[in-house]
């Protein structure tokens, strides 16, 4: 059988990125430009500024993964290309450019959701197993998803407010730390104990999520500690807020798998990467007796690799667009 080589293209954020996969699982090579030192002096993303970039960044990106992984463009398959959600001038810069590919080379366009690459992100470490749940957990998304296979899913339970990485950066702010926050609040929570008192959030017997309440009890915690000139404890604090997200994300995740008589469970987006989580969820797999897996850590936060390897299912299914195609910033994944 004739392998499938997949060049992808993500530009939905501030990662400038390109990458070729091999049968929807194997990395044949993929260079990332990121622009967090750039937009880190603004304290989050600016659109303008990371649409300029990719701009400035596109075509040098895309020709070096070509020329270092030594696959020719005749030996592509078809492009798959985020086409939303995401920032609309970011995501119109890698869509164009994957258009443009796709027409003087007469390959497939595959139009990729964001959160679809996630997912998929999952197939570049062993093969996906079905069925199985996932938790997305992102800064724009807190879903969990019950896929019986490829394309044949149902959402049981989403965000009602904030998602769980959104949570993360407004919480940092409070606490000035840097963007981005997520990484550098788990880091602080590994050395502090949970010694302040914050809600666990919709603890219900839904399969939902909120985490506003939460992070406005963080913000009046540490108001209240200013306000009384008390010693606000960096560490303790981000102990006590990991531990309720990671009890809110796992309790209701496994609440979900028992209802589904699910025994595999991936996790999704760029949360996945925080140590924390898969701590618990790795103590809780082998207490519950189901299969538990995560993305490398490089393939959680945005890049064309998990794109590629989504690409290469949709592509095999026929899921390909004509040139018409355009970005859309708000894409649902339903």
């Not at 895309?62 to 992984?69: P, Q």
């Not at 531990?243 to 025994?263: G, R």
């Not at 393939?299 to 290469?312: F, P």
Request: aromatic share 8%; proline share 4%.
């Amino acid at each position: 059988m004739k392998d499938t080589y997949i060049l992808g293209i993500e530009t939905s954020c501030d990662e400038t990125s390109c990458s070729i996969v091999k049968n929807g699982h194997e990395e044949i090579n993929t260079v990332i430009l990121s622009q967090v030192d750039i937009h880190t002096l603004y304290g989050g993303v600016v659109p303008e500024i990371a649409s300029r970039n990719h701009i400035k960044d596109i075509v040098f990106v895309i020709d070096k993964c070509l020329k270092d992984s030594k696959i020719k463009i005749d030996d592509i398959s078809a492009i798959a290309v985020t086409h939303g959600p995401g920032l609309v001038g970011s995501l119109l810069v890698g869509l164009e450019a994957a258009k443009t590919i796709s027409y003087i080379y007469n390959k497939p366009l595959v139009p990729v959701h964001h959160i679809r690459s996630h997912i998929y992100a999952n197939n570049l470490e062993k093969k996906m197993t079905f069925p199985l749940m996932t938790l997305i957990i992102s800064g724009g998304h807190t879903e969990l998803l019950y896929m019986k296979n490829h394309f044949d899913y149902e959402i049981v339970g989403r965000t009602l407010d904030d998602a769980v990485g959104e949570c993360y950066d407004k919480v940092g702010r409070v606490l000035n730390i840097p963007y981005p926050a997520g990484p550098v609040i788990d880091k602080l929570a590994h050395k502090g104990s949970p010694s302040y008192n914050l809600p666990l959030p919709l603890n219900d017997d839904s399969f939902n999520f909120s985490y506003s309440g939460l992070k406005s009890a963080v913000i009046n915690l540490v108001h209240n500690l200013e306000q009384k000139g008390n010693t606000l404890n960096k560490e303790d604090l981000a102990c006590s807020f990991q531990n309720i997200v990671v009890d809110s994300l796992t309790s209701k995740t496994i609440k979900a798998m028992k209802k589904y008589n699910v025994k595999n469970l991936i996790l999704a987006g760029g949360v996945a990467a925080n140590k924390g989580i898969r701590e618990k969820f790795d103590t809780l797999a082998k207490e519950n007796g189901f299969d538990f897996s995560y993305p490398n850590i490089k393939y959680c936060t945005d890049n064309a690799t998990m794109v590629a390897a989504a690409g290469y299912f949709l592509y095999k299914e026929g899921k390909v667009s004509t040139l018409e195609i355009n970005a859309d910033s708000g894409a649902k994944f339903e």
